[in-house]
Structures are given as C-alpha cells and as structure tokens.
C-alpha cells in the first residue's frame, strides 16, 4: 500500500530521506539558492542504491514542475520503502528528488523565475525558439486581475479562440512553449535556470564512465485519470525511440499527434544525450493524467496571475495554490493505485534491460 501524497515539500522531503536513509541509500543533498513558501531550506536530494561501480544505472526524477513532484516523491519513497536491501549486481539506482524543489514548495509547475524547466532546455548559444500565435493570446491567458467578471470574458475569448484555430492548435500554442513574456505561461525564460545547470551537470557526473543508462521522469496533469503515458520525446524515426519502444512498448513520440503532450521546445529529456555524451540514454517520461485540460490550464492561469500580478503571501493565495494542487494531483488513494503499477512496470523493465 502506497503512503498518501504529502502536503508540504517539508514533508515530503523528511518522508523521502527517511525512506533512502532505511534503504541503507547513499545521499547527496545539494542546496537551492532561494528558500521555500514557508522560508524552509530548499534542496535536491539524490540518493541511490544498488552497486556503486555500476556500468548501468537508472535515474529516476521527480518535480521537474514543481507541484507534480508530489506524487513522484510518493512513487520514489514507495520504492526504497519496498526496495530488496539484500539485492546484488544489477544497475544502481539513482532517485533524484525535487528538481525543481521552490515550484514544489510554492504549489507551482514553474520555478522561481516563472520558468518552466521543459522549456527550458533549448541552445541558449542560439536565437531562442519563436511563438508567434502566443502574442495574440497573452492578455487572454494571463489578465492583470483575476476577478470573476475578468476570468469569464477571458475564458470566453478563449473558448473563441479555440473555436478559430482548433483545440490541437490551440494547445501547441498555449503549451509548446514561448519566450516572450515573462509571467505568461510555459514560459522558458532568458538562459538556463539554476535547475538546468544542477541536473546538468549532476548527470554528467554520476553518468561519467557509464556505458548505458535509463531515464524516468515523473508528470502529472495530462490524460486520462490514473493512466500513466509514456511520452518520448524523440522522433518515431529514430534508433532511440525504436530502443524505447522495445523496452517499453507503448510509448508515444510528442512529435506524434496521438500524444497527450504539445511537441515542446527546450525539454530536458530530449537534451540528455548532450549531458553525458559518451552514454547510450534511453529516456522516458511517464504523464498520469488527472482532470480535464481545462480545468488544468484555469489552474495555470490563476497561478500566473497570482504570482505576476497579485500578492502569493495574501491569504486568498491559499485557494489558488489549492485550485492548483487538485489539478496535478488526487489525494484519493485510488488515484494514488492507479499510478503505481505503470511506474513499476517502466522502472522494472529499465532495470532488466540494463541488468
């Protein structure tokens, strides 16, 4: 039986050492600049089991968005809570929790510069990607207040928008990502964050020496209730997603219309090969699917207005941040077992491909 979901990153975080620490894991913590919602220390915790000298190694990744990290956090814990201490050979298992650990305390997707890190990834070295349909957009999404006469015009202006160009369109617009404007949504910022320069070259690190490695990232938000996607974001084309698929089976290209992902700019699965070059890299990230896309994006866009435009320290913060929870998560235990079997399976089946 899985614990339930945490409520804070504080608890999260203590429940999720607590777990390494019995696990017999090796932990490394590495501090975040900022603090958290309630001026909590902020860090990201790697702990791993398994042989140290492993050639083989499997990294699992929670909160990339922030707010999503909750129930990866709960999946890790779940797994050093049952892992096989007297296990021998076989890949090292690295759990990286709280990528992006100040969205997680502040019940937010993005980071502490509105970032979002899957959009972040891109060639800072290069003119960053255009959205040329998000201009158009940006006043709709995100309006200077959120009262209920403006969410109504906007959602309307929406709705019409959607109407005009087609919900696919639509999506690719709003989600693929922009980088001009700066409290708008899924918006990927000027160069790369604290996060991307973490993880970057953490993995080049750890992943030194390796032959071949596996990658898990944990999502929420998109699909259908419980049901976890597995989303790649390779060309169907290609030697990795042929690798991918034969691994896992199921798993969908972002480049292909059937996903429930927008093909995105700048996520950091599609640059890991770039980290730790001289690795073969076989990714994935699973999407378990929790409302209805609109009810996900309201949620988004209160988020944006409350931290662009109003005051995340008022008390009516507090709804917000709720509104946002309960899109990206289910405290339902039901929910909670839905999720699980998809991510033993994707775990399991890198492990045995590795072993």
């Not at 929670?62 to 076989?90: P, W």
């Not at 938000?221 to 989303?231: A, T």
């Not at 709720?322 to 929910?335: G, K």
Request: aromatic share 8%.
């Amino acid at each position: 039986m899985i614990a339930p979901l945490s409520r804070s990153y504080a608890d999260a975080r203590a429940a999720f050492l607590d777990a390494a620490a019995t696990a017999g894991a090796r932990i490394e913590s590495f501090a975040h600049p900022r603090v958290g919602m309630d001026g909590e220390a902020l860090y990201v915790d790697a702990a791993e089991v398994g042989p140290a000298d492993a050639d083989h190694v499997v990294i699992v990744v929670s909160g990339t968005h922030g707010v999503e990290g909750y129930l990866g956090s709960a999946l890790q814990r779940h797994h050093l809570e049952t892992y096989d201490t007297d296990r021998e050979g076989g890949p090292a298992i690295v759990f990286v929790h709280a990528l992006n650990p100040y969205g997680f305390s502040w019940v937010r997707r993005v980071n502490e510069d509105n970032v979002d890190l899957n959009r972040n990834f891109v060639d800072w070295s290069q003119p960053t990607p255009t959205n040329d349909g998000y201009a158009d957009l940006a006043d709709l999404l995100v309006p200077h207040d959120w009262s209920p006469e403006t969410q109504e015009q906007t959602l309307l202006g929406l709705m019409g928008k959607m109407e005009e160009l087609g919900l696919e369109q639509l999506q690719q617009i709003v989600s693929g990502g922009q980088y001009d404007h700066p409290t708008g949504v899924f918006y990927g910022g000027t160069g790369p964050t604290w996060s991307n320069e973490w993880l970057r070259s953490f993995v080049a690190r750890r992943l030194d020496g390796v032959t071949k490695a596996a990658i898990v990232d944990l999502h929420t938000g998109l699909g259908p209730w419980g049901h976890g996607e597995l989303i790649s974001s390779e060309v169907p084309s290609n030697d990795t997603f042929a690798r991918q698929q034969a691994w896992w089976g199921d798993v969908i290209s972002m480049m292909d219309d059937a996903s429930v992902s927008a093909s995105l700019e700048g996520d950091w699965l599609g640059a890991a090969s770039d980290f730790a070059p001289d690795t073969e890299i076989t990714g994935v990230a699973i999407e378990y699917g929790t409302v209805d896309p609109i009810t996900v994006l309201q949620s988004l866009r209160a988020d944006a207005v409350l931290h662009g435009h109003g005051d995340p320290t008022a008390d009516d913060a507090v709804a917000v941040r709720e509104q946002v929870r309960a899109a990206f998560l289910d405290d339902d235990p039901a929910w909670l077992g839905a999720c699980l079997p998809r991510y033993h399976a994707v775990v399991t089946a890198a492990v045995e491909h590795l072993a």
